[in-house]
């Protein structure tokens, strides 16, 4: 569906996401019950929040990396790879709140996804689809609604009277083609005639929710063949 695809090419600017995985792996560890505080190898944090807050600060990742590896929370490529890192992110960020908020602006794209590629925290495929966002935007294309962040993108896009737009906007930076985008069309033209999702639910996890119970799956199944 277009608008988990938009999504999750937006989400691809979040290089934090990737960035911070030591971090959630300590926070993870922090609420273990063999933890015992403080934590010398954090900067000697006393508790749950103070170690989070302590990871969050970028200056802090070669520690949280180390810490992480050493426990068990993370390979030893994820560890190298945030150690070479280093302390500042995209617009000079240097705590995962600023990074996600930086990035999350399509004006930072380029930058962002510069910063990627050079600490290799996105796939290959996440690169070559968030690049075609990009282009598209380089070329004068408009997201669409005109939203500029993820969130307001995804929001945007769960509206079902907003899937035309959506999918046009995918075609035209090119990470939706072929199958999947004849698809996407069809179930567009099935909405614009007049036909309506099962149960009326809006939106991938709405939809997902409501098929998966038992009693709806005959009702899933006949749309699926109508649409």
């Known amino acids: 569906m277009a608008?988990?695809?938009l999504s999750i090419v937006l989400a691809s600017f979040l290089v934090s996401t990737s960035i911070f995985v030591a971090f959630a792996a300590v926070t993870v560890y922090a609420q273990s019950a063999d933890i015992t505080y403080p934590v010398a190898e954090l900067g000697n944090c006393a508790s749950k929040d103070a170690c989070r807050a302590?990871?969050?600060d970028l200056t802090n990742a070669s520690a949280?990396?180390?810490?992480?590896?050493a426990h068990g929370l993370m390979s030893e490529e994820e560890a190298d790879q945030l150690r070479a890192f280093g302390g500042?992110?995209?617009?000079?960020?240097?705590?995962?709140?600023?990074c996600e908020a930086y990035c999350e602006n399509v004006a930072h794209i380029d930058e962002c996804l510069a910063f990627a590629e050079a600490n290799d925290v996105m796939s290959p495929e996440e690169l070559e689809d968030a690049r075609g966002v990009?282009?598209?935007?380089?070329?004068?294309?408009?997201l669409p609604g005109g939203c500029?962040?993820?969130?307001?993108?995804?929001?945007?896009c769960e509206d079902m009277s907003h899937m035309?737009?959506?999918?046009?906007?995918?075609?035209?930076a090119g990470f939706m083609k072929g199958e999947e985008l004849a698809e996407a069309k069809r179930m567009a033209s099935?909405?614009?005639?007049?036909?309506?999702?099962?149960?009326?639910?809006?939106?991938?996890a709405a939809c997902k929710s409501y098929c998966e119970v038992e009693e709806h799956m005959t009702e899933c199944a006949e749309f699926a063949i109508e649409a």
Request: proline share 3%; aromatic share 8%.
């Open 64 to 69: 949280c990396a180390s810490f992480a590896e």
């Open 148 to 156: 500029t962040s993820k969130s307001a993108c995804e929001a945007y």
């Open 3 to 5: 608008r988990q695809k």
């Open 88 to 98: 500042e992110g995209p617009g000079g960020c240097t705590t995962k709140d600023s």
């Open 54 to 56: 302590y990871c969050d």
């Open 190 to 204: 099935f909405i614009e005639a007049g036909g309506t999702m099962p149960g009326n639910c809006q939106g991938e």
């Open 134 to 142: 990009a282009r598209a935007l380089a070329q004068g294309a408009q």
């Open 164 to 172: 035309n737009e959506c999918i046009a906007f995918a075609e035209q």
